[in-house]
């Protein structure tokens, strides 16, 4: 028997796991209309549902219906809650499409188990939400699906979280077609494909924060024309692939060289320029490679540090702006993410 676990921590917050809790809660709040109370609702399962076809989904889904006025969900699966292809199933999707009220969506995995959210599923729900500001997504963003169906998303996002970000970037991009002045903070582990420029082109005005793991970054023509005239960007992380041939450490350090010239703009009271390029940065990990590597056998061994080329360039412009620029480490997450990159790492991607 699965671990209960359901407490109402306030008149309008309910955590709930184990699936005879979910059904016990599911028939109190018809009670009065209990249920319209509810503001915050949290529902886990401690384990995978590994058979085809699961029940979970159409548990959670008459749980949903029942608090129509939630302004934040957390759902803590791993595996699927209908089936292998459909994680969440059409009852759950559309009863999550109705919560109209919701600013805060959050899924966190509990097990190894792959959980296939799919692009698909996000940019539905993101669209059907035009109050949410902050999303948090353990799984993995692949699968198919016409996207292009779908209306873009109109909320104003603040923070958003990608533990497995691998789908197609461009198609992405739609999800924060209304967060051009609201999105602060972006973050992400990614093994996508075509370019990530299409969805921080779109956020340019408002991002402070960008945090970025696994195989993308944005490319080095996009950091040094683009990227760098973000007026509030204040903080870099790009971990993850170790940029060998210097593209990106080079483009960040020609981009920070530009106002050494003299191109950066007074201020009213003709006192230090202001820059035009990354004129709020404070922050910058870049990609590169650490530690050392052997060659040689015998009296002919040697041991050499990597050569990041660029480096030096980009530390010496860093550090005439005041910027502290240091070498990334690649983002890792707990339990799905953390075990499941510890197999790609075996399968030599990268």
């Avoid at 949290?42 to 989904?57: I, M």
């Avoid at 958003?160 to 972006?186: H, K, Q």
Wanted: with cysteine; charged share 25%.
């Amino acid at each position: 028997m699965p671990k209960v676990d359901a407490t109402n921590t306030s008149e309008t917050t309910l955590r709930v796991s184990a699936q005879q809790e979910i059904k016990k809660y599911t028939t109190e709040l018809l009670i009065g209309d209990r249920g319209l109370e509810l503001q915050e609702l949290e529902v886990s399962f401690s384990t995978a549902d590994h058979n085809p076809e699961s029940k979970r989904g159409a548990m959670v889904a008459a749980l949903v219906k029942r608090t129509p006025n939630l302004k934040k969900l957390t759902l803590n699966f791993s595996g699927h809650l209908h089936t292998w292809g459909n994680c969440l199933g059409e009852a759950l999707t559309n009863a999550l499409c109705s919560l109209k009220q919701l600013e805060e969506f959050r899924h966190h995995a509990t097990t190894a188990a792959r959980t296939d959210f799919t692009l698909y599923s996000i940019m539905k729900l993101v669209s059907a939400w035009p109050n949410l500001r902050v999303l948090y997504i353990s799984g993995d963003t692949n699968g198919s699906g016409n996207t292009a169906e779908i209306p873009p998303a109109t909320c104003a996002l603040e923070s958003v979280t990608f533990e497995r970000c691998m789908s197609n970037f461009e198609e992405m991009a739609p999800m924060f077609a209304g967060s051009t002045r609201s999105l602060r903070s972006f973050e992400a582990w990614t093994m996508g494909y075509k370019e990530i420029d299409a969805i921080f082109e779109l956020v340019l005005p408002s991002i402070e924060s960008i945090r970025i793991g696994g195989c993308n970054h944005p490319t080095a023509a996009f950091i040094r024309d683009k990227l760098s005239t973000a007026p509030n960007l204040e903080s870099i992380h790009l971990g993850g692939d170790v940029d060998r041939a210097g593209t990106i450490r080079t483009a960040f350090a020609t981009a920070l060289r530009v106002d050494e010239d003299g191109d950066g703009v007074e201020d009213a009271n003709k006192q230090t320029p202001t820059p035009t390029r990354f004129p709020a940065l404070r922050r910058l990990a870049y990609p590169a490679e650490d530690g050392t590597y052997n060659t040689g056998r015998g009296r002919n061994a040697r041991t050499h540090e990597y050569d990041n080329v660029g480096e030096s360039a980009l530390l010496k412009a860093a550090n005439r702006r005041g910027i502290y620029a240091s070498r990334a480490h690649n983002i890792e997450y707990k339990v799905e993410g953390l075990q499941r990159r510890a197999v790609f790492a075996r399968r030599a991607y990268w």
